[in-house]
């Protein structure tokens, strides 16, 4: 089956410094792209969504200028943690979808573990 | 705006009883209604989708759900769990805005089952 491949899984850094997360769906173009956050026992909470051809949109709260998406291919999106601080550290999950014909495939990739010190 | 109800944060179940958890949207346009499950330390996996046709819907591992419109709930239900569907489980909405889409998840309802 298709596959979503997300890097790195786990990453530590230092406080200010930037992070970026890669998202790749390995056998198939995604049209849609989605970052997820999830706290500890907290579900899982939208940041933003890439479509095709066009910038991310992200969702209330989210700073854009902090968390940077970028839907480079079909096969890859990026989100880079800007100057990242403590209260960044989570669980990122990307997912990647083909919406042709109204989700009919939706992957996601197994998450990335930030910790900011 | 889109939103998704999970009622039971937590269930604790006994091997072989039932299971029924609670979903419900508000969403007044087209959607599609997921099921996922994310075991520990594992990543989401989908359990079972519903975009049109029969209502009840069936999925792996015996779930199965059924998408009720008039009352904005798709519902999870198991007849008879076991130790092994000790998970994290998440309904999530897919919305239609315009060209775009949006998956928008529930809380989450952790179950335990216990041997």
């Known amino acids: 089956g298709a596959v979503v491949s997300q890097h790195p899984s786990w990453v530590i850094c230092k406080s200010g410094t930037s992070v970026k997360i890669e998202c790749r769906s390995l056998?198939?173009?995604?049209?849609?792209m989605f970052w997820y956050r999830q706290f500890p026992k907290q579900s899982l909470m939208l940041m933003a969504t890439s479509n095709e051809g066009s910038k991310a949109t992200y969702e209330q709260g989210v700073e854009k200028d902090k968390f940077l998406i970028n839907h480079a291919s079909l096969t890859l999106s990026t989100l880079t943690v800007t100057s990242a601080h403590p209260e960044d550290s989570s669980f990122y999950i990307c997912s990647a979808g083909v919406f042709r014909g109204f989700g009919e495939k939706l992957f996601f990739g197994s998450g990335t573990q930030l910790s900011v010190l | 705006a889109q939103s998704v109800s999970q009622h039971n944060h937590h269930v604790i179940l006994s091997e072989a009883a039932s299971l029924e958890l609670g979903c419900n949207y508000s969403?007044?346009?087209?959607?599609?209604l997921f099921w996922y499950v994310q075991y520990p330390g594992q990543h989401l996996q989908l359990l079972l989708k519903?975009?049109?046709?029969?209502?009840l819907v069936k999925g792996i591992k015996g779930f199965e759900a059924e998408f009720i419109k008039s009352k904005f709930s798709f519902n999870l239900r198991k007849p008879s769990v076991q130790w092994s569907d000790t998970a994290e489980y998440f309904c999530a909405v897919n919305a239609r805005t315009d060209s775009s889409y949006k998956l928008i998840f529930g809380s989450g309802t952790r179950l335990l089952v216990r041997p």
């Open positions: 519903y975009f049109s046709g029969d209502p």
């Open positions: 969403y007044g346009g087209t959607v599609n």
């Open positions: 056998d198939f173009q995604a049209t849609t």
